[in-house]
């Protein structure tokens, strides 16, 4: 079973709207990453947002952590088509050497 | 900016031939990781290495060996490839334990045929 999981296969927006990828993790972490992968390329890490912090932003990127409902949100604004791309959200093991990943959101951003 | 390579970008393997996939980085980071990606599967862990000369199993290392000769390269070796290994395969660097962003290379498609 995975650690993390993201709670949408895919997903489809227009240019300018708003999106959020949702993410649930089983154990408690430390911290929870957030990587996007566009195609032909490795996943890069969007925002990592600690087990004590609520919310970090990067941009049009808001993430959210609660750590009471194991949970965690990634919001675009203003989508653009190339914010096309697998969203992935990433914790720690209990086994701290090892980043589990979730299988992915895909997301569409139409024109 | 962290820079992890890795070669061939794409391979074509026979069944129960062996494949070697390397990866290089100049990061200067301590831990390296491989992940095989499947469509519905995201990204599994196969094996990890946080020092020369040692390696870890990940969640699926069945079928697959690594080796870390260096801090700077890292390999991942099919003994005997089979078609369920055809697949996109990243690795990915990491500087410390307390630093937990990992760093991806481009990744190698391999196909086994």
């Known amino acids: 079973s995975q650690l993390a999981e993201e709670n949408s296969w895919a997903l489809s927006v227009h240019e300018g709207e708003s999106v959020t990828v949702n993410c649930s993790y089983k154990?408690?972490?430390?911290?929870l990453q957030w990587y996007r992968q566009k195609s032909g390329k490795g996943p890069a890490q969007l925002i990592l947002i600690r087990s004590n912090e609520r919310e970090k932003r990067n941009g049009r990127l808001r993430a959210t952590l609660d750590t009471s409902s194991q949970s965690s949100s990634l919001s675009i604004t203003a989508t653009r088509c190339e914010d096309t791309a697998v969203y992935f959200c990433?914790?720690?093991?209990?086994?701290?050497?090892?980043?589990?990943f979730g299988k992915g959101t895909h997301l569409h951003v139409l024109p | 900016e962290a820079a992890v390579t890795q070669s061939p970008r794409s391979k074509v393997a026979v069944t129960g031939g062996k494949v070697t996939l390397s990866c290089h980085q100049t990061n200067n980071h301590d831990y390296m990781y491989w992940y095989r990606q499947d469509t519905g599967h995201g990204l599994r862990l196969i094996h990890y290495s946080y020092v020369a000369d040692s390696t870890e199993k990940g969640d699926i290392p069945d079928g697959y060996k690594a080796s870390r000769p260096s801090q700077e390269n890292f390999s991942l070796i099919l003994e005997l490839a089979s078609l369920s290994q055809t697949a996109v395969y990243f690795c990915?660097?990491?500087?410390?334990?307390?630093?937990?962003?990992?760093?991806f290379g481009s990744g190698t498609r391999l196909t086994v045929l």
């Open positions: 154990t408690s972490i430390t911290a």
């Open positions: 990915a660097s990491r500087y410390t334990i307390s630093a937990e962003t990992l760093y």
């Open positions: 990433a914790t720690g093991d209990t086994n701290a050497y090892k980043v589990i």
